[in-house]
């Protein structure tokens, strides 16, 4: 019903900058927050940058300065800039998003990417 779809990860060296995209289709009938998490091995996925639909967002400490979040509603795709990457930045970053599918009332369901691999070497 509902897919998203990840671009823009790669390898990239310390001090350097990458822009993922993610975009949502499918019977979509409105989008709420959309966002970015990421896993680094070992670790637990954490939230890296939120976005609502009027903009208003939401960084990680980790992040914040160096990672902008935006979205396009026309596009129903949603973007994470960062510069300033360093080694710890490195691991699978997945898009996030609250949707109400077409026909589905009210309920919201969260939808995942699935997972683009950001390396930053140092």
């Known amino acids: 019903q509902v897919q998203l779809v990840e671009c823009g990860g790669g390898l990239v060296q310390a001090g350097g900058s990458l822009r993922l995209s993610c975009a949502a289709s499918?019977?979509?009938?409105?989008?709420?927050?959309m966002g970015w998490y990421r896993q680094a091995p070992g670790k637990q996925r954490e939230l890296v940058a939120a976005?609502?639909?009027?903009?208003?967002?939401n960084y990680a400490d980790s992040v914040k300065g160096r990672f902008t979040v935006f979205r396009d509603n026309a596009k129903n795709t949603v973007y994470l800039q960062m510069s300033s990457l360093n080694p710890e930045d490195t691991a699978v970053y997945y898009c996030?998003?609250?949707?109400?599918?077409?026909?589905?009332?009210?309920?919201?369901?969260?939808?995942w990417g699935q997972g683009t691999q950001v390396t930053v070497s140092s």
């Open positions: 996030n998003a609250e949707i109400t599918v077409l026909g589905d009332g009210r309920r919201v369901t969260r939808y």
């Open positions: 499918g019977s979509i009938f409105k989008i709420n927050v």
């Open positions: 976005i609502t639909s009027d903009s208003n967002t």
